[in-house]
């Protein structure tokens, strides 16, 4: 159980455009979710908490306008890179609180490639 | 201010061996300490956990020794297995910062055959 779905698991786009990462809760219903962004051989780096039905809470450094994200649902997350630039490249994974509350379970990250 | 240190940033280990991977926090408000592996371009997978409440925690191969008052917490692996070859981070949270969770730098794990 505490199974977290991370799509697409991989994307390639132009500089310039937007790309969307939808993060769900498979079998159970989570109101917080954490979207985390890791660059290659560096550790997880916290960008924003979003709360089911209202807005995200962003990390200082964090921009709002840049990394919108919407939890319209109990299982759906999402988080939209707006306008990528190459240096967006990186790894993007979010993660839940188990239903359990003894911890937190991860999504499969998704790769962003800008060019 | 990195508030969760980690070390080794590397470790090879023999298989059979015991791997040791520490990590030391500042925020005494921490109430929840997980290790987690990760495999190249996979999230990472919750591997052993503990709260301040208990000083060790074992599970198969696996055990979290835990010392409240140096505020570090430490992850064995016993008999470490090729397939154990990944990156290892240690993080924490605080129930009173929404769960947040911060991470360590993280350690690469090479066990050889």
């Known amino acids: 159980g505490a199974v977290v779905s991370q799509h697409p698991s991989w994307v390639i786009c132009k500089s310039g455009t937007s790309v969307k990462i939808e993060c769900r809760s498979l079998d159970f219903q989570a109101t917080t979710m954490f979207w985390y962004r890791q660059f290659p051989k560096q550790s997880l780096m916290l960008m924003a908490t979003s709360n089911e039905g209202s807005k995200a809470t962003y990390e200082q450094g964090v921009e709002k306008d840049k990394f919108l994200i919407n939890h319209a649902s109990l299982t759906l997350s999402t988080l939209t890179v707006t306008s990528a630039h190459p240096e967006d490249s990186s790894f993007y994974i979010c993660?839940?609180?188990?239903?359990?509350?003894?911890?937190?379970?991860f999504g499969s990250g998704t790769r962003l490639t800008v060019v | 201010q990195q508030q969760v240190k980690q070390s080794p940033q590397s470790l090879i280990v023999q298989k059979g061996g015991i791997s040791i991977i520490n990590c030391a926090y500042e925020?005494?408000?921490?109430?929840?300490f997980p290790w987690y592996q990760q495999f190249p371009g996979k999230g990472p997978a919750l591997l052993i956990a503990?709260?301040?409440?208990?000083s060790e925690k074992k599970e198969g191969r696996f055990t979290i020794s835990f010392n409240k008052s140096a505020k570090q917490f430490s992850l064995h692996i016993m008999d470490s297995q090729p397939g154990d070859s990944a990156t290892y981070f240690c993080?924490?949270?605080?129930?009173?910062?929404?769960?947040?969770?911060?991470f360590g730098d993280g350690t690469t794990l090479t066990v050889k055959p």
């Open positions: 925020n005494t408000a921490f109430d929840y």
């Open positions: 993660s839940a609180s188990t239903p359990a509350g003894d911890g937190y379970t």
């Open positions: 503990i709260r301040p409440d208990v």
């Open positions: 993080a924490a949270s605080a129930a009173s910062n929404a769960g947040k969770s911060t």
